[in-house]
């Protein structure tokens, strides 16, 4: 728990610790820069401890450390443009230090606990995703933040942030499974949603050059979607007092109950069209990819006519990780991907069979 290792993969084709460095509170999360390799440590005690790694990788030395939190560092962003070291902690805070001085730049106070952080360069603008299921959009300057706009589409927290700065698209995904492309830089308001695993959702990742998103899961799924089709919003749920199909009441509408002398029934949604509708009339089930829907969801009847086979081609592929993924790194030159699970075990895979 207290510990930091550095892996170096030997002439045998194993890995094993270069480095083991005890630290003086358990670790809760890191970034690395290869870069400059500058490492950032977030701790339980709310400070970000930094370390530059020697070029043989079998050294690391202290280099400053940021009290930057009241409690646990949830997750840390090292820009090497702006020379900023961002990070979120469980005392609801997003703050931001600039790494050559050490100096704390300014912070700002999030609806709850942030388990999500992404940074576009060019426009400086974070995107903080936290527990409430909110995303908030903040621009920095030099020594000041000023809020840009919040939003909602998740039932659940905010568990993972993606941002692709090229199509300007943010990918958020939630303990409520699922996942929302939001189209930040069409400014027409689009929210897509992916619906590809059965527990919370642990990490997104992005390959630009082939438009593919990478989701992992608790569930230990690894799903690759193909963002370079045209998708379809779902739509919003439809209210009424009874089937929008064959008019019978649900069973909150007394007075056409007594007025038919019909027993009341339950209301469902038909994930295509969005219609309140009885159990009868959407007795069919159909997966609908475009909608994000890769397992099977409600329809009703006269939609599941609608769907075609071509619509039901699968845009995404699904792949079984055989542990509770809980941290996960993706390499886009080599295309390797490097997932950690509940069972204490490191995994790395090679993606460029799916994500090519």
Not at 118 to 143: A, P
Request: proline share 3%; glycine share 8%; net charge neutral.
């Amino acid at each position: 728990m207290r510990t930091v290792r550095v892996w170096l993969k030997r002439d045998s084709g194993q890995y094993w610790p270069s480095i083991y460095h005890a630290m003086p509170s358990p670790c809760s999360c890191m970034s690395f820069n290869p870069e400059t390799r500058r490492l950032s440590i977030g701790l339980d005690n709310g400070t970000i401890s930094e370390f530059i790694l020697s070029e043989d990788y079998n050294k690391m030395t202290l280099v400053k450390s940021y009290q930057a939190h009241q409690s646990r560092v949830m997750m840390i962003l090292f820009v090497l443009e702006m020379e900023w070291v961002l990070s979120t902690g469980q005392d609801k805070h997003f703050t931001w230090h600039c790494s050559e001085s050490g100096q704390r730049l300014g912070g700002y106070r999030t609806n709850a606990g942030a388990c999500g952080l992404q940074f576009d360069v060019e426009t400086r603008h974070v995107f903080v995703g936290d527990h409430s299921g909110q995303v908030t959009i903040l621009k920095l300057e030099q020594e000041s933040c000023s809020l840009v706009t919040t939003f909602k589409g998740h039932t659940g927290g905010v568990t993972a942030l993606c941002w692709d700065p090229v199509q300007r698209v943010l990918f958020s995904g939630s303990s409520d499974h699922s996942i929302i492309m939001w189209d930040i830089g069409g400014r027409k308001g689009t929210a897509i949603e992916l619906q590809g695993h059965n527990d919370k959702v642990q990490s997104l990742s992005y390959a630009h050059h082939t438009r593919q998103l990478i989701s992992c899961g608790a569930d230990g799924g690894i799903v690759v979607w193909n963002m370079d089709v045209e998708r379809q919003e779902t739509p919003e749920w439809l209210d009424s007092d009874s089937c929008q199909k064959c008019d019978q009441p649900f069973f909150w509408n007394f007075k056409q109950m007594w007025d038919n002398k019909k027993i009341g029934l339950r209301q469902h949604h038909c994930r295509k069209c969005g219609k309140a509708v009885c159990g009868k009339c959407s007795s069919k089930r159909s997966s609908i990819p475009l909608m994000g829907f890769e397992f099977e969801v409600r329809v009703c009847d006269s939609c599941h006519e609608s769907i075609t086979d071509e619509e039901r081609a699968p845009t995404a592929t699904f792949h079984d990780s055989k542990h509770n993924i809980v941290h996960v790194h993706f390499d886009a030159t080599r295309g390797w991907l490097l997932t950690s699970g509940t069972d204490k075990v490191i995994k790395l895979w090679d993606m460029t069979p799916v994500v090519s």
